[in-house]
């Protein structure tokens, strides 16, 4: 079989652009009338929620309103709200918020439909049926949560963040409105953006596979035909103007265009998967305790440096670097935007340590479903070399 086709599972609706958060009522509207609205605890403080929420009471929806969205998702704090949820029986979840809330409303709906506990989800493929339909609004500008079958947990039993994706889990429609996103803090509109580059890069890179058409589908396919120019766009989108955002928080435009990079290299990574970047940072995440998107762009210009001499790299590498343009090679402008955007460019300078990485290797390593879509063998060996180069700023 050819390698390199794929499967596209995409929300029914996607909205994007100023003002489109009007259409809220009518979308939500489709799927019924009772509304669970699980909104970002920072939205309960702005004119949003009247405008939202409000917007949706008035035109006839029956809202309860579930704004207990706790950092990092802890799995016991959603297990309870699935319960609440449960006895609500909603027709609809409607999500507001960044990429932890989207991910809490994914899981609550998943909780709604099929009950709990989520740790019987962990993994791939494990959600058995439809969940609750979700309608997704992003208020940050990078995790494409509103577009992609995953959401991500902590579990204190467990040293990393655990997943659960399955096509079930694919939000029924996103509403993408940049407005959410003007307030949206310096450093997390750095670290959410710079996350979305990864997304497009890791995904354009992604392994190709010979998928199994007459069998169950992994949940993300690796390289796929019919993505490859979306993460391309993701990456026009955001390479010049993550920059602008994070400099002039007020810029509409730059606004604009970081919110529509981000939701393409959600819809890129959604389909693909992501690779090493992921893998590397999930340890060094939960070790350092440093956010999501610090560990991905922190690690984004060794991780290209290690997969450039793979089969047909150069050029995917090369076309890339021509998408977001300007001077230099893709690993290059990387390194310039994270200087920019004040993305450290080494691990010592996030804490760690020379006798950390073996660890961090392994639990990289363990990581089957991220490392099976790089583009390279990645043996602890090169996973070990990529992070010595990380901890002292060792470019090739
Ligand atoms: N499901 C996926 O596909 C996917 C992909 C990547 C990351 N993630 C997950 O997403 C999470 C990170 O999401 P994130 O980067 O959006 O951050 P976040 O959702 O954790 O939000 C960060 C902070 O910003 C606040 N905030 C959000 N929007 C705001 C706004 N418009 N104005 C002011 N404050 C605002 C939040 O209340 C929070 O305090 C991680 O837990 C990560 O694991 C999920
Ligand atoms: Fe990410």
């Known amino acids: ?63 309860k309103v579930h704004s207990d969205v706790t950092p990092e998702l802890p799995v016991g704090t959603l297990d309870a709200a699935g319960e609440i949820a449960r006895d609500f029986g909603p027709d609809v979840i409607v999500a507001i918020g960044g990429g932890s809330a989207l991910d809490a409303a994914k899981l609550i709906a998943l909780l709604a439909a099929h ?17 609750v339909p979700i309608v997704a609004l992003p208020t940050t500008a990078g995790t494409g949560s509103e577009v992609t079958p995953v959401a991500v947990v902590s579990d204190p039993g467990r040293e990393l963040k655990v997943g659960i994706s399955s096509p079930f889990l694919v939000p029924a429609a996103a509403i993408v ?75 509409r435009e730059a606004r604009h265009e970081v919110a529509v990079g981000a939701l393409l290299g959600g819809i890129a990574f959604g389909s693909t998967g992501t690779h090493l970047c992921h893998a590397l940072q999930y340890p060094i995440g939960a070790l350092t305790k440093t956010p999501h998107g610090l560990g991905t762009g922190l690690m984004l210009p060794y991780v290209i440096d290690a997969i450039g001499d793979a089969p047909g790299m150069a050029a995917r590498l090369a076309e890339l670097g021509a998408a977001i343009g300007g001077p230099g090679s893709l690993r290059d402008r990387v390194v310039e935007i994270n200087r920019q955007i004040g993305v450290p460019a080494t691990l010592a300078e996030i804490g760690v340590t020379r006798d950390m990485l073996p660890h961090i290797a392994e639990l990289a390593t363990a990581s089957k479903r991220l490392i099976a879509i790089a583009p390279i063998d990645p043996a602890p060996d090169v996973l070990l070399d990529i992070l010595h180069r990380a901890l002292e700023g060792v470019l090739t």
């Open 177 to 251: 409105d940049p407005e959410l996103t003007l307030d949206v803090p310096a450093t997390v509109t750095a670290y959410s953006g710079i996350d979305a580059l990864v997304h497009a890069v890791e995904s354009y890179t992604a392994r190709a596979f010979d998928l199994d058409f007459g069998g169950t589908l992994p949940v993300f396919t690796g390289r796929n035909a019919l993505i490859a120019p979306i993460a391309l766009r993701a990456a026009a989108h955001l390479g010049p103007w993550l920059p602008v955002a994070v400099a002039t928080p007020g810029d």
């Open 115 to 131: 009950g709990g506990p989520l740790s019987a989800y962990y993994g791939e493929n494990l959600v058995p049926g439809p969940v």
């Open 1 to 63: 079989m050819m390698p390199g086709i794929g499967t596209l599972r995409l929300p029914a609706r996607i909205h994007v652009g100023y003002g489109t958060r009007a259409q809220l009522p009518a979308v939500a509207a489709v799927h019924g009338r009772r509304v669970l609205a699980v909104v970002d605890p920072f939205l309960t403080r702005t004119p949003f929620f009247d405008d939202l929420v409000g917007g949706m009471t008035a035109a006839g929806l029956e809202v």
